[in-house]
């Protein structure tokens, strides 16, 4: 046991230098971010970019910050769980915006950044002086990305916007659940977190394209939008061909089989099979060679038109043994499968363990908390976890000095009169 535990601990520190030397830096790594964002999908976007180098500058609220500081519990050390994974690789400044002299800070600091990015109500921050246009004039190269519930334009432009609303009126909610059942919401804010990665796609694209013209621009981003368009090929059917989608459990509306099968002890094997010869490979592994040769399940568009007779099979093939049985019979064959786990068993799982997807960083109130890192690698840069998620406020006095060249005295001044805190 202490071999294989120290094994697994050298594979760990291996695969984290690979990607962790020092000769490497961040592809962003010149990058400033102004982030005005709260909740998800914004600062989701955000902790991207600071995992890919860029400073990011967290802009909160004096009193209580961004509200996921509250969304508990859990709570560690007095701070929210929810906040910690969105918010890693960033800086908190807290700034008053109800105050002159706050706003002029606000202005200072967007002028030093190449990114801002906000989620604040449409013509909130017009309001304040601190929207694209007014902001540009100072800084004509600002890429300045607004994240809203349903864009500037169309009828619902001035509704707050939710993850679980875009899920609904989006048509998410409309197809996620058991057959016959009512709609069910994903168990994490997927909507929240697609818009957050095309936010991230369409900065860097804007900086990219900055560095050919010189200028900023502004981009809008919406729930609504993105989760319309992460409709796919659900989608897809209804605009082409009329099909009005239905709740399936974990089925899928072109592909058969392909969900997830209970086993005897009451726990859930999820199978695929995409093309004819995993499923014959699958039936040949089940011991069910006779299912991949009857014409009614020759191919997928006949299993779709048969799928409850099929699937019946299936499903009672597998109630006759556990899971163990069945991921020993599955291995090695060309069909997908995997066993639906719980959280225990995703985090204790050997491989995600080896990878080192898991990491540790000391808080400087809750102590050392967990954070999974970013899933993506890069050969010729970094891309990780620098700094844990920060207290409310915990970087304002060092960006006024280091960032925005503010002298002692009138950092001071700030203080004082609760124009930052």
């Not at 982030?35 to 500058?57: H, K, N, Q, W, Y």
């Not at 089989?257 to 199978?271: C, F, V």
């Not at 049985?325 to 491989?351: A, I, T």
Request: glycine share 10%; with cysteine.
């Amino acid at each position: 046991m202490l071999i294989k535990s120290t094994l697994l601990l050298m594979r760990r520190y291996l695969a984290r230098r690979c990607f962790s030397t020092q000769k490497l830096i961040g592809p962003l790594e010149d990058i400033k971010v102004m982030d005005l964002t709260r909740i998800v999908a914004g600062p989701f976007c955000t902790m991207i970019l600071g995992d890919l180098g860029a400073e990011v500058i967290k802009v909160e609220h004096p009193n209580g910050g961004d509200e996921c500081r509250k969304w508990g519990p859990p709570f560690i050390g007095g701070e929210a769980c929810y906040f910690f994974p969105v918010n890693r690789n960033k800086k908190s400044v807290c700034i008053n915006f109800k105050s002159a002299a706050g706003i002029q800070v606000a202005r200072d600091l967007a002028a030093k950044c190449d990114v801002l990015m906000e989620n604040f109500v449409p013509g909130k921050l017009d309001s304040l002086g601190l929207g694209y246009e007014a902001l540009k004039t100072g800084n004509p190269g600002l890429i300045y990305a607004s994240l809203t519930g349903y864009g500037p334009t169309g009828p619902y432009a001035n509704r707050p916007g939710y993850d679980v609303i875009a899920a609904s009126e989006g048509g998410l909610l409309g197809i996620t659940g058991p057959h016959g059942g009512d709609p069910c919401k994903v168990g994490v804010a997927m909507t929240d977190l697609a818009t957050g990665l095309y936010a991230h796609g369409a900065i860097l694209a804007a900086l990219l394209q900055r560095n050919s013209t010189g200028r900023g621009q502004k981009i809008d981003i919406n729930l609504l939008s993105t989760q319309v368009a992460c409709l796919i090929n659900i989608g897809s059917n209804y605009l082409n061909a009329g099909v009005e989608a239905a709740r399936l459990g974990t089925a899928h509306a072109s592909l058969v089989p392909y969900e997830s099968l209970q086993t005897n002890e009451g726990a859930h094997i999820t199978i695929c099979c995409g093309s004819d010869q995993q499923f014959e490979d699958f039936c040949q592994r089940i011991g069910l060679p006779q299912l991949s040769a009857d014409p009614k399940f020759e191919n997928n568009a006949q299993r779709v038109v048969h799928r409850e007779e099929l699937l019946r099979k299936i499903r009672d093939k597998f109630l006759e043994h556990d899971s163990d049985f069945w991921l020993e019979k599955l291995r090695g064959g060309s069909s997908p499968y995997g066993r639906v786990n719980s959280l225990q068993q995703v985090f204790e799982d050997r491989h995600i363990q080896e990878i080192g997807l898991v990491e540790e960083v000391v808080h400087p109130k809750s102590g050392k908390i967990k954070i999974v890192g970013p899933p993506v690698k890069f050969s010729e840069a970094r891309n990780d976890v620098r700094m844990p998620p920060p207290v409310l406020g915990e970087h304002t006095e060092q960006v006024l000095r280091e960032t925005l060249g503010y002298s002692s005295e009138k950092v001071s001044e700030l203080l004082k009169c609760d124009a930052v805190a």
